[in-house]
Structures are given as structure tokens and as C-alpha cells.
């Protein structure tokens, strides 16, 4: 399929083994991605897939899956996991999923590529950690996983120790050596510290009530003094009109009299 091209529907393993040739190249297309949780369909049942490209109309029967070398859904509008199926595809030597809005976490089952050289997975919205089973991959001479939101450490082994940090650019909460941050320093915000805060949160929330109610306890218990008692009554406003009295004559001596001063 070429540029501008448009391939709709559901895809599903058993759609995928018909509707692709032995590389398949479906750049800057409109491609939809869904696969199901289980398909009950025998693996020998033979499935007929159609679509249009070009004004051509084509139609693919049989299982050409096992003998694919190279799937390129680069470019798209994918969305959701990538199917775990993918990992299966024993004759893979190129798989590039880039540029895509691809979640979840990269399949373990990616490790069976045993013939993949080149495995691009970057610009989607992958999370969790580089599966470290795909440093078994020893022919992987390119991996590029850049801008996506992986975490955790990066694998060291096998290939992997030829890899530089271009190939993990954009993923702020991977480390290791090969991004040059030490594990230990920096890891990404866990669920524990999510609650840590909401508590401390409520724990702020809790003080300030407390603080409030013992402010009005505290007035109210002034104010009932004051009520029963008729001697702390007297001595209450005799030490409010002293007060009265004290600031009356400050105003008078340091502030009216200086203001006539400097006007004389």
C-alpha cells in the first residue's frame, strides 16, 4: 500500500497472516489496529481478506504470515497495545512501529525475533520497561525506542551494549549506563509517593480544622468567663479602656502634636 492509501477495518492475527505481502510498506496510510482479546477460529481455517489501493481491488487468501520478513506500519493513526502476536512472527528482520500513538508496554514476546536486525518502536506513547529478554536478540543491529514514556533500566547485554543514548532520547525515566543516569538517582514517581502526598494532603486539611475549632473554644471560654464572673467582667473593660486611654494619648502626643509642629 502507498502514500494515501487507506486500509479500514479490524485487523486481527489470522487478518494480519492474509492481507500482507512479504514486506509490507504502509506509510503515511489510515490504518485502524484492534485486536481482540481471543479468536476461537482454527488456525487452519482459510480467511479471505479484500481491500482497494489505487483503484486496483485485491484480495489475499492463505497463511503467508509465517513467511513475512519485514512489517512497516510507520507513519499512522495506530492506537492501543501493540499485539502481543506480533512476537511470532518468527521470519521478522525488520519491524518499524514508529510514529504512531501506540500504548502499553513493549510485548516480552518480542524476544522469539530471533532473526530481527532492526526494530523501531519510537515517537508513540509506550510505557513500563524495555523487556530485558530482547538482549538475546543477537542479530538486532538497530533499536530505536526514542519519545515514548518508558521507564526503569536499560537493557546492557548482548547487543545492547552497542547501543548509545540516541536510541532512548526522549524518556526521561529510563536509566543505566547506556543513558548515562544512575538508577539510583532519579526514578519515576511511584504510587506509594501518590499516596504520601494525598495523606499529607489530608493531614494539612485536618490541622487547619483543628486549629479553627481550638481558636473558637478558646473565645468562647473567654467570653463565658467574663459572662459568670463579674469581677474579670470589670477588670476586662477597665484594661479595654486603659488600652482605649494608652493609644488616645500616643496619637495625641507623637502624631497630632508633631503634624502642628511641622506646620508652625
Known amino acids: 500500500m502507498e502514500k494515501g492509501d487507506y486500509f479500514t477495518g479490524f485487523v486481527i492475527w489470522h487478518d494480519i497472516a492474509v492481507q500482507f505481502p512479504t514486506i509490507g510498506n504502509y506509510y503515511n496510510s489510515t490504518l485502524s489496529l484492534a485486536l481482540p482479546a481471543e479468536d476461537n477460529r482454527e488456525s487452519s481455517q482459510r480467511v479471505e481478506v479484500k481491500f482497494m489501493a489505487k483503484n486496483r481491488y485485491e484480495s489475499y487468501k492463505g497463511d503467508v504470515l509465517k513467511y513475512m520478513t519485514g512489517l512497516y506500519l510507520s507513519s499512522n493513526e495506530l492506537t492501543g497495545d501493540i499485539p502481543s502476536e506480533i512476537g511470532y512472527l518468527g ?122 475549632a481550638s481558636y473558637v473554644t478558646v473565645i468562647l471560654g473567654l467570653l463565658a468567663i467574663l459572662l459568670l464572673n463579674s469581677y474579670w467582667r470589670r477588670q476586662w473593660f477597665f484594661s479595654v479602656d486603659a488600652f482605649i486611654d494608652s493609644c488616645f494619648y500616643f496619637l495625641h502626643k507623637y502624631v497630632f502634636h508633631g503634624h502642628r509642629l511641622r506646620q508652625s
Open 91 to 212: 521470519e521478522i528482520h525488520a519491524l518499524n512501529l514508529s510514529n504512531n500513538f501506540l500504548s502499553g508496554s513493549i510485548p516480552r514476546s518480542f524476544s522469539n525475533l530471533k532473526l530481527t536486525e532492526s526494530m523501531d518502536l519510537s515517537y508513540n506513547k509506550l510505557n513500563g520497561q524495555i523487556p530485558p529478554e530482547l538482549g538475546e536478540l543477537s542479530f538486532l543491529a538497530i533499536f530505536n525506542v526514542s519519545y515514548n514514556n518508558l521507564s526503569g533500566t536499560v537493557p546492557n547485554k548482548g547487543q545492547f551494549a552497542n547501543f548509545d543514548e540516541s536510541n532512548y532520547r526522549g524518556n526521561p525515566y529510563l536509566c543505566g549506563p547506556a543513558v548515562r543516569k544512575n538508577c539510583s538517582s532519579e526514578l519515576p514517581p511511584t504510587p506509594a509517593t501518590s499516596a504520601e502526598e494525598d495523606e499529607s494532603a489530608i493531614d494539612m486539611v485536618a490541622f487547619n480544622w483543628s486549629f479553627a
